[in-house]
């Protein structure tokens, strides 16, 4: 580890309390006696990495965590390599007890490999959606799958905002003639329009929904508009002036752009499909900051290529990382523009990865200790799920 990451972790309070004995509570079956193995899947910094230690989640940075693991006498193991049977990631896996991943550089927990891993008992998300852990499957063998909630719902509610507003005001036309020594005003203007009075509406209204309605609230829109079966938290309800509508197609047909903020299940896996944006307003805009597999790829091409939407931006591909043919990558509008997708970054800001570094260390902190974890934290757990937001489910919160 880099001297000024371990000192970055050291002095932090919850380096502190990890260095207190472990509860005694629980017994480990690892061998060595107490030994367990931990394993995460991150992405490569590189350069950046190495000049900034606060790029905690690199393979280089390790969630800041690597020392601490090891000197509490426990394996770590980190990589990028994640596809294929041959790689670091499934050769570990069956000894692995603890995996660690993250939703930018996700390792694809699948049915088939959980029943090749029989020493799995908790499964980390350092940051928020866990969606690339088969959570039946992993209900099927009782492991705990959790993740750090709320550690990103700042950082993607801005992102969201950034996006719509570039997608409306036509920015990525204006900034690739001002970098390509161009300047037609009249080709820029032609398809940029002001935010205020249009209907924007969001899909998911949970920790990161509503606070892009509250980040929306000066803009002045004609109407704020949301859809989700949970209700909206009281003390949010109270900050934010907009309208719940009763059904999914009663809000794609009402909106000027709407944007997806709700985790991908079963239930949400292709909703935007092509009947689904068939629906949406001639001309309208779709942000997704979720994840990918929740719209259709092709059929966000096709519908941004006919013009039936005049644009589409998000961070979140349906394969991560994206291949260089991936469709979003260079699908436009028939103006040419309309294309407003980055790499997944959006929860992953310096300040996400503080919040999220913090969280899967005390994820692990309480599983080692044999220590209840954070109800908010927890998606299964027992085999059964603890939360309602994969999916709806009776008689979770």
Known sequence: MLPRINTFIKSSAFFQLARRPLH???????????????MAVLYKGGKAAQ???????TIENKLGISDWLR????????TED???????FQKNLPDTEILITTPFHPGYLTADLIEKSPKLRLCVTAGVGSDHVDLNA???HKITVAEVSGSNVTSVAEHVVMSILLLVRNFTTGHDQAINGKWDVASI???????????????????????????LQGFDCKELLWFDYNDIPADAAKSINARRVNSLEELVEQCDVITINCPLHEQTRGLFNKELIGKMKKGSWLVNTARGAIVDADAAAEALKSGHLRGYA????NVQPAPADHPWRSMTNPLGAGNGMVPHYSGTTLDAQKRYADGAFDIIKR????????????????????TKAYGKRDGKA
């Open 51 to 57: 000049e900034e230690p606060r790029l905690l989640g």
């Open 82 to 88: 994640k596809e294929g049977p041959d790689s670091v």
């Open 314 to 317: 998000g961070d979140v591909w």
């Open 189 to 215: 203007a032609r398809d940029a329009y002001d935010l205020e009075g249009k209907v924007v509406g969001t899909v998911g209204c949970g920790r990161i929904g509503y606070r892009v309605l509250q980040r």
């Open 367 to 386: 599983y080692l200790a044999g220590e209840p974890q954070n109800p908010a934290n927890v998606i299964v757990e027992n085999g059964d799920y603890a």
């Open 71 to 78: 000197e509490q006498g426990h394996e770590f193991i980190v």
């Open 138 to 140: 992993a209900n099927k």
């Open 24 to 38: 005694p509570i629980r017994t480990l079956t690892s061998t060595p006696p107490n030994m367990v193995k931990v």
